[in-house]
Structures are given as C-alpha cells and as structure tokens.
C-alpha cells in the first residue's frame, strides 16, 4: 500500500506496526511475497538482497533500488577493465560492431551492481550499509525497506569482522555491525515512517508438523545477540505452506511454540497470502480476515 500523498499523521498511523519479523523456512514463499507485490508498490521498494539471489522479474526499475553484498570488489573491478579493453579494441576495428551494444549493456549492468553493493573486503562496508539505509528512509520516493534474509546478513557481518579484526575483537566487531545496521532499520520506521520488512530463517519443518512443531527464535553467532533479535520488532510473523501448498502469514501472541507477536486487538491472524501488501492492508484496516483469507471491510 503507496504511502505516497499521505500526511505524515497518516503515514506514522499506517506503519506503527513495523518494523516487522518475517520468519519462515526456505521453501515458505518469503521472497515471492515481495515478488508477487503490486506495480506500485515494488517501484517504491527498497531491497538489501543479502541473500544474493534474482528477485522479481527482471525487468527495468521494477523495484526502486536492490542492494546486494559480495565478497570483494576486485572480481568486478577485473572485468570492468576487461569489458573496457575489449570494447576499445573493437571499436578501433570497427566503431560499428554490434558487440559494442553488447559490451556497454555489460559494463553499465556492472557498474551499477558494483554501485549497489557492499563488499566484505572494505573495512567501511558497515558504514556505507547504514548511510544507505538512512537515505532510503529519507527518500519520499520509498514507501518499504526490506532486509532479505537477516540470516545472510549475520554471515556478512561475520565474516566482515573477521576480515578486518583479529582476536577478541572480531566478535565485538561483528556484534556492533549488526546492531547498527538493524538500528538503521529500526530508525527508518521511527524516525521516517517507513514500512521496514526483515526476513529471516527457521529450520525446515514439514507442513504436517508445523503447527505442533516448537519454532527456534532466530539464530545469530555468538552471545552479543543471541536470543535478543526480536526484541527489535513491533510485529513478528511465521510465513509457511500448508500440506495443499497454500502460503500462509500466521501469528498469535498466545502461541506457546512460537515468538509471532502482533498488536492487532484480537492479537492473532492467520491468513492465505499474496504478498506484503496483504499485512499493509490489514493493519491500516482496509482488509480484514475472514475465514482464512483476506476481504475487503
């Protein structure tokens, strides 16, 4: 749902339920719910793809932004260089060669992906992570942030501070990059009124077992956070499949086998979903839940 054209009462009014927790396994369809957004709101979305995989269809300015994370910034640096020594030689043999389209299509496709992301060898990674994260949430043109997975984040923030840390200090390192880049999240919906989404991963749990089948809070390295990550959340939601393949959000307060919280009066809800715009719509109460599905008030 476009928080465009509101006020900033609306706005504050319409994410006052975020930043949510989303948490399911790999196969529950957390992803295809940002995917399977409408139009507009995919346009004003604002994506850290820690967990480095294709998003969407692929088509041009389908999201707002998608910022990804690699390992280092000299295997692209490599072939930008190479793509420019190529074109440079083609060109001098013929300025009209067709492959030369083909090579500026690669070297603006790099050079963007380059822009867009963050690397493990630069010791200001988490620096330019959380300055990112801030200016998407001053930018009136983002509605949503999302952070996909928090479980790939953890690996990134490890293996950041074991690249430029050494001892006892890698694990303070690593604690204090991850609670400044979820602080960033947090701080885009409080300060900013941003919708903030951050996915994360359970174990697999077949659809049979799920209901009866006690769900881990979400797992980080080391002691600085463990067992403290959902603390940082307004909402906290279990996405899974059903037996029939049905995606689901699920989440009760009273649930004893999971930590889904919500502060819907009735504090619970269960329901087919489509997409993140399913829980916009629900917690502004345009939509409602009846009988397993989301209707129109």
């Not at 900013?192 to 209901?211: E, G, N």
């Amino acid at each position: 749902m476009t928080l465009e054209g509101l006020s900033l009462v609306e706005s504050k009014q319409y994410t006052s339920h975020y930043p949510a927790l989303l948490v399911g396994s790999n196969n529950a369809g957390k992803s295809y719910s940002i995917e399977n957004m409408p139009e507009i709101d995919k346009r004003r979305t604002e994506i850290f793809n820690y967990d480095i995989k294709p998003l969407g269809e692929g088509t041009p300015n389908e999201f707002h932004n998608v910022y990804t994370i690699f390992a280092d910034s000299t295997t692209i640096d490599k072939q930008l260089n190479n793509i420019v020594e190529v074109g440079t030689k083609l060109a001098a043999e013929n300025k009209n060669n067709p492959l030369l389209v083909k090579l500026r299509e690669q070297r603006e496709h790099l050079q963007k992906t380059k822009d867009n992301s963050f690397f493990i060898d630069d010791p200001e990674a988490i620096d330019k992570m959380v300055n990112t994260i801030l200016q998407s949430a001053f930018n009136p043109n983002v509605d949503r942030i999302v952070a996909d997975t928090l479980t790939a984040l953890t690996d990134f923030c490890d293996a950041w501070a074991k690249a430029h840390y050494s001892g006892r200090e890698i694990w303070n390192a690593y604690g204090t990059a991850h609670q400044r880049i979820l602080q960033a999240f947090k701080e885009a919906n409080i300060f900013c009124y941003k919708y903030v989404y951050i996915l994360a991963h359970h174990d697999y749990i077949t659809p049979a077992q799920y209901a009866m089948t006690p769900k881990q809070a979400v797992k980080v390295k080391g002691g600085i956070m463990s067992g403290n990550v959902e603390t940082n959340f307004n909402t906290i939601i279990f996405t899974y499949a059903t037996q029939e393949g049905v995606r689901m959000f699920d989440c009760d307060v009273n649930n004893p086998l999971d930590t889904s919280r919500t502060k819907i009066l009735d504090g619970k809800f269960c329901f087919e979903r489509t997409s993140l715009d399913d829980l916009e719509q629900l917690f502004a109460k345009k939509k409602t839940v009846v009988d397993g599905k989301l209707v129109e008030v």
